[in-house]
T-cell receptor, first 111, second 112 residues
Framework: EAEVAQSPRYKITEKSQAVAFWCDPI?????LYWYRQILGQGPELLVQ????????DSQLPKDRFSAERLKGVDSTLKIQPAELGDSAMYLC?????????FGQGTRLTVV | QKEVEQNSGPLSVPEGAIASLNCTYS??????FFWYRQYSGKSPELIMF??SNGDKEDGRFTAQLNKASQYVSLLIRDSQPSDSATYLC????????????WGAGTKLIIKP
């Protein structure tokens, strides 16, 4: 069964350092989402791609976060510099039409 | 502002009983609705979707949609301890960008 691949699974970084997450969506899925989820809350959309184009990045803190999907396939989310408040689960999901399918996520801890 | 609302719970249900989870949405243009199950520390898993008024059944799960009342529900029959999780409701906005609007989730606890 096709899956969304994410790496790393866990990341511990010091504040002010840079950190990057990678996502490979299900083959053929044009829509790719990056979400941040804090315990007890629903996923918060950071950025949504349609192929290589950004369709929604209104909630992305652009002073420190960046995302790209250069060839419309895999994607990278970067944080620089990381802050303590960035500690959360970062989820990548992809979609073709009905629903979004999630990767296993990256648990980020900023110390 | 498009919103999806869920009772945060926890909802406690005895093993073997029916668990009923509810969700309301604000955008009348929403076309499709999704239920996800999320175990603690794991990512959300799609369990049901529905886009027509009425009921849709899949095993022990039944999704119900009432577009007039802007209401979606998920019923879990013969609840098992393994059903204990947070259930997230999401609505697809009906636009071509496949935007998903998420509820905050309901925590379900099945008591043995």
């Amino acid at each position: 069964e096709a899956e969304v691949a994410q790496s790393p699974r866990y990341k511990i970084t010091e504040k002010s350092q840079a950190v990057a997450f990678w996502c490979d969506p299900i083959s053929g899925h044009a829509t790719l989402y990056w979400y941040r989820q804090i315990l007890g809350q629903g996923p918060e959309l950071l950025v949504q791609f349609q192929d290589e184009s950004v369709v929604d990045d209104s909630q992305l803190p652009k002073d420190r976060f960046s995302a790209e999907r250069l060839k419309g396939v895999d994607s990278t989310l970067k944080i620089q510099p990381a802050e303590l408040g960035d500690s959360a689960m970062y989820l990548c999901a992809s979609s073709r039409e009905m629903g979004a399918f999630f990767g296993q996520g990256t648990r980020l801890t900023v110390v | 502002q498009k919103e999806v609302e869920q009772n945060s719970g926890p909802l406690s249900v005895p093993e073997g009983a029916i668990a009923s989870l509810n969700c309301t949405y604000s955008d009348r243009g929403s076309q499709s609705f999704f239920w996800y199950r999320q175990y603690s520390g794991k990512s959300p898993e799609l369990i049901m979707f529905i886009y027509s008024n009425g009921d849709k059944e899949d095993g022990r799960f039944t999704a119900q949609l009432n577009k007039a009342s802007q209401y979606v529900s998920l019923l879990i029959r013969d609840s098992q301890p393994s059903d204990s999780a947070t259930y997230l409701c999401a609505a697809h906005g009906g636009d071509s960008n496949y935007q998903l609007i998420w509820g905050a989730g309901t925590k379900l606890i099945i008591k043995p």
